[in-house]
């Protein structure tokens, strides 16, 4: 074998070892935190993950109590105008120009990891190397009404969110080009 051959190969050889090797696939804080503050950073909180119609009517009903409060608390903040139409026994709420900034999702800013907890040894699942990290994190880009206390009583998540030092949890996940949120 000539010299030019054996270089090729162990040229070869330590690219195969380095990617195999990546920092980016260890499972550190830093990575995890990267990972994470790279999805939160397009990834807004929102009250209604779903997002409302509206107008929104709420009537007489199981779920009519918790309704009544969280549109109520969103009136409060300025964001929607209340109208109660006695005659049907509904409460009837449109969009205000305020409101309008924010419906139909309501989002209140984005998550930034502030440290890792702990996480789960990392191990395979579905063909991907994942593990399970708990973090702390701090809400940015928060709107003035989000931080109502109307508005925190009416949505504990987001009473939760805006709290000192809140947590969670995030499965991440990697096949070899860094750690990921799966979709």
Not at 31 to 40: E, H, Q
Not at 59 to 64: F, Q, R
Not at 83 to 93: A, I, P
Not at 119 to 129: K, S, V
């Amino acid at each position: 074998m000539t010299t030019k051959a054996i270089r090729t190969i162990t040229g070869c050889a330590l690219l195969i070892f380095a990617a195999g090797c990546s920092s980016a696939n260890k499972p550190t804080n830093e990575n995890f935190t990267s990972t994470l503050n790279a999805y939160y950073q397009d990834h807004n909180d929102c009250l209604f993950p779903h997002g409302h119609t509206f107008p929104y009517e709420v009537a007489p009903g199981p779920t009519a109590k918790e309704e009544k409060s969280e549109m109520d608390s969103l009136t409060d903040a300025g964001l929607l105008t209340r109208l109660e139409d006695r005659d049907m026994h509904v409460d009837r709420y449109t969009l205000n120009l305020a409101g309008n900034r924010f419906a139909p999702r309501f989002c209140y800013g984005h998550r930034e990891v502030t440290g890792i907890v702990s996480f789960t040894p990392p191990g395979p699942h579905n063909g991907f190397t994942e593990t399970t990290v708990t973090y702390q994190y701090a809400m940015r880009d928060v709107p003035v009404w989000a931080g109502t206390d109307q508005a925190k009583a009416a949505f504990p998540q987001l009473a939760k969110s805006l709290g000192d030092s809140p947590t969670d949890q995030a499965t991440l996940a990697t096949v070899g080009a860094g750690w990921q949120v799966p979709q």
